[in-house]
């Protein structure tokens, strides 16, 4: 039975797609893909004969005619979004338009910009006695954030955080994370324009400064802002251990060494 596969690419760099989902984008007899944010050496995968659509111009139901199009002509269609589709993704709207259709679809899971701002500054995100919790969030903008996750209220966990869409409001970012209480002037953070890209940039600072770093930049879209004392690691160590490897731990599949 033909059905549509909603496929994350990865953050950028076209070797970031998992193998399904590579396989889902070779075998597509039609793909939607989200324009400039979906790195276009993917589209290379695509077999010959293969539709392609950029979904930049297009609205919901044209996306949806597309997809459905496809699937009453027997067609296999991959949806092809940036990074994670569950993450800002617009793909719920998506699915319930096509479960209204009767259409059959599965979703293929990918590297979200937040895991490849990590790995380009080689951070782990979640260290004991540091953070133990990476939040995924944005500030609002014109897509309204409900009041009970105003930026300033995050904040106030002090967690890891990962701002997605933000990086052109970045005064008012650091003005709500200020706000929240926790954060300081002081708090370590990254702005990974483009993670994974070839033009990738980095910008380090602290609340204090990065606003202003940022501005110099010239960085104004397609950035992922991560904030926390996890940043500080790279600089000061790593204060606690994990118990996962240490000899004095024991768990399912290893007993602490003996002294």
């Not at 039609?30 to 297009?58: C, F, I, M, W």
Request: glycine share 8%.
């Amino acid at each position: 039975m033909s059905e549509v596969v909603f496929v994350g690419a990865g953050a950028g760099d076209p070797e970031l797609i998992t193998v399904k989902g590579l396989k889902a984008l070779q075998r597509a007899d039609v793909v939607v893909y989200a324009g400039s944010l979906v790195n276009p050496e993917l589209l290379r995968e695509l077999k010959t004969g293969a539709q392609a659509h950029d979904s930049a111009p297009l609205t919901l139901e044209e996306v949806l005619e597309i997809l459905c199009a496809a699937v009453a002509e027997g067609k296999t269609a991959v949806r092809l979004h940036t990074g994670d589709p569950s993450v800002y993704g617009a793909i719920q709207e998506q699915m319930e338009g096509l479960a209204a259709r009767g259409i059959a679809y599965s979703v293929v899971p990918g590297v979200t910009a937040a895991f490849a701002a990590a790995a380009a500054l080689k951070q782990e995100l979640t260290l004991p006695g540091v953070s133990q919790t990476v939040i995924l969030s944005r500030i609002e903008g014109r897509t309204p954030v409900p009041e009970k996750e105003r930026l300033r209220k995050i904040a106030a966990l002090g967690a890891t955080l990962a701002l997605y869409l933000s990086v052109s409001m970045m005064e008012e970012v650091v003005d709500e994370l200020l706000a929240g209480g926790v954060y300081t002037p002081a708090t370590p953070v990254a702005v990974v324009c483009r993670a994974s890209w070839p033009d990738e940039r980095i910008v380090e600072g602290t609340l204090a400064d990065i606003a202003a770093r940022v501005k110099e930049a010239g960085i104004g879209r397609q950035a992922l802002i991560l904030v926390g004392e996890v940043l500080s690691a790279r600089r000061d160590g790593v204060p606690e251990k994990s118990l996962l490897y240490d000899r004095e731990f024991s768990h399912g599949f290893r007993q602490k060494s003996p002294r």
